[in-house]
Structures are given as C-alpha cells and as structure tokens.
C-alpha cells in the first residue's frame, strides 16, 4: 500500500501569513512615504512666506512704493479696519481695492492679527500675495499684534513707526498699542511733525486706540498728543480699536475712528474700510460697507500654515525614515517567503532556508521510476 505523499514542509504553512504581513509592510511604508512627501511640498509651498519678505508693512522699500504711486494729487489711499482672526475680511477689503483699480496704498489701523505668532502674520502674507499682490499696505500696531512682546511684528511688517511723504503730504504711522503716546513713542510724533511740516501741505496720523484728545477734556493724559496736532495743524488722525464708524471734530483736526463692526454671527463686517480722496484744494474721504466671509482661501491658508505646516516641520522626517525602514523590511519579508517554480515546474513555496518539498515516495529521488515487475 502506497503511503500518503508528503505535499509540504514544516515551513510551507507559514509562508502565505508572512507574504500577506511583507504585503502590509510594504503598503504601510508606501503610505508614509506618500504622505512625508505630501508633507515636505506643503513647507516648500510656504517657505517662502517667511520673515524679512518685506512684502508687508512699515518696510523702507514698501514706503517708497507707496510714495511713487501716490504721486502727486489727486490720489486715493484707503483706511482699513481690524482683522483679527476675520482674514475674509481683510480679503474682502484688498478684493475691492484691487477691483477698483485707484487706490494707491492702504493703512491698516492694528489689530493685524489675533495672535502675535509667525503663523497669523503669515496667512495675512499669503492672503496679501494670493489677492493683490505688491499692494503697500502699512500697519499702526495694535494690542494684539504686540501682546507677546512684539517680536513677530517687526519680522513680518517691519518697524512700529513709519513716515513718509507722498503727493506733498506727510503720512506718519505712530504705535500707541500700550495706551498714551509717551515717551520714545511720542518723541517719533513729534520730531517727524516738526521737520516735514514746513514742507508739506497736508499732514494724516494713524494709530490704532483712539486718541483721547477725540473724547475731549477729562478723557486722559495725552495732552501732549492734543497740543501737538493742534500745532502742527494735522488734518486727520485715523485709528481703529473700537466698534463702528464716527468723525470727531478737535481744534481742526477730524479724528476718524474705523473701527470693525461684525454683522451676525461675525462672517460679515461693517464700516471695515475708508477712502480717502487728496485733491489739490481739499481732503474727502468715503464710508464703505464690504461684506466679508471666509473662502476656501482663507479657510485653506488658515489650516495649512498655521495647524499643517508646524505639524509637517516637526515630523516630515521622521515619518520618512520610518517608512523607508518599514518598506524595505516589508520587501524583505516578501523576498524570504516568495514562491518559486520547482524543478518538475510545479509551484514551490521557499520557506524556512534548506526545506524543500518533493512529490513521491518518501526515500525516493524525483526523478527515480519504479520498475515494472520486480516485487519490492
């Protein structure tokens, strides 16, 4: 009686569990590797909205550009109100300007940014490129741009006080982010006051709290602020800070507050922006209502930069080693435990180094045949 051949070795039934675990390694390593490059295209995609871009802000090189586009009267600049965490709004607001096609800079009146993070000043960067790129716009530091010690500000946006004359007029960007122009602060008013007025026609003061001088005797201690636009005979002092929009009349001088008013739930803004109109015999400026909601823009910037890009930074590379190591320890496993051709042609899984498998008797060679007739 013919004994049951041996189809399989002890390491045959092993062998399609380690395939399928090579097969999920290699998947695995695969995927990390799609996903680190995934990764390093996003910090590449925003590398270059990184300090000292200059493509913002109080920077020499921006004030010189919003001076030559300014040229001489009549032109227009605009007043912009806060933006926070709303950068729909500030896209809003560049979309019209950029649409209306006249408007030679913009001064936004502080609070640039909810947070004092590379990250926030960043997305406004990127919203600046994507909407109306080469636009001066020129930055009051608020509270929040600040809070952190203000180290971001000067990276991205530049110094905290700007001036510059255009079309015969003095622009001056002044920092009263902590509360009263004091100090340094008020010195920059007043120095800059005394050498370009003699020169110029008309003289425009932006900060981002309102001045007390607006809210009359009694308000605070910035009489020094208040005796030097009186002196100086400043037409206009813009700042934001505060909700709505109202002209204040003090001793000449038309103070306009700009402040961000929300509409609903917040995804629309109010009185966000001003126009200013210099002419040759007079100053107008013009109220107008943008409405304001994120896009998939914002939306996309917001979550790249800020939440993506720190993640992708900190684990790009070790995510690509790691899958590198997973894949080639996926193949390895596959190339150990692969199936090869026997040499009859029949399939032969190579398990454990040295097993082999043969079909016929036990003792027998594969290519031995019986012999007919002879008894065993």
Same mark, same amino acid.
């Given at each position: ?175 009263? &982010? ?78 306009? &507050? ?64 790691? &899958? ?53």
């Amino acid at each position: 009686m013919t004994p049951p051949s041996d189809a399989s070795t002890p390491g045959d039934g092993a062998t399609p569990r380690h395939r399928a675990a090579g097969t999920a390694l290699v998947l695995a390593g695969a995927v990390g590797l799609l996903l680190a490059g995934a990764g390093a295209v996003l910090i590449r995609r925003f590398e270059g909205v990184a300090s000292g871009a200059r493509d913002l802000g109080n920077f020499r090189a921006r004030l010189d550009v919003a001076a030559s586009r300014a040229g001489s009267p009549p032109f227009r600049f605009a007043v912009l109100g806060d933006v926070r965490r709303r950068v729909g709004s500030l896209a809003a607001d560049l979309s019209y300007l950029r649409d209306r096609g006249d408007v030679a800079f913009a001064v936004q009146t502080g609070d640039l940014v909810a947070e004092d993070t590379p990250e926030r000043y960043q997305v406004v960067l990127s919203t600046l490129r994507r909407v109306l790129p080469g636009f001066p716009l020129l930055v009051a530091p608020g509270a929040h741009d600040v809070a952190r010690g203000g180290d971001s500000f000067p990276l991205y946006v530049g110094p905290r006080e700007a001036a510059f004359v255009a079309g015969s007029c003095l622009f001056l960007v002044a920092d009263n &982010s902590a509360g009263n122009l004091e100090g340094e602060r008020l010195a920059f008013v007043r120095e800059n006051l005394r050498r370009y007025r003699p020169e110029v026609r008309r003289v425009f003061v932006f900060l981002h709290r309102l001045p007390a001088a607006a809210a009359g005797p009694g308000a605070g201690d910035d009489g020094e602020l208040a005796r030097l636009l009186q002196q100086y005979r400043v037409d206009r002092v813009f700042c934001g800070g505060e909700d709505g929009f109202r002209v204040t009349e003090r001793h000449g001088t038309s103070i306009v &507050s700009n402040g961000i008013r929300a509409v609903g739930d917040g995804a629309a803004a109010e009185g966000s922006l001003v126009e200013v109109e210099v002419a040759p015999d007079g100053v107008g400026i013009d109220r107008v209502t943008v409405a304001a909601g994120p896009t998939f823009g914002e939306i996309f910037d917001e979550v790249a930069i800020v939440h993506l890009r720190p993640l992708a930074a900190e684990w790009c590379g070790r995510v690509a080693w790691i &899958s590198v190591v997973v894949l080639l320890a996926g193949l390895a496993l596959r190339f150990r435990f692969d199936e090869r051709p026997g040499p009859d042609g029949r399939g032969r899984h190579r398990g454990a180094r040295g097993a082999s498998t043969s079909h016929g008797r036990p003792g027998r060679r594969a290519g031995d045949l019986p012999v007919a007739g002879r008894e065993g």
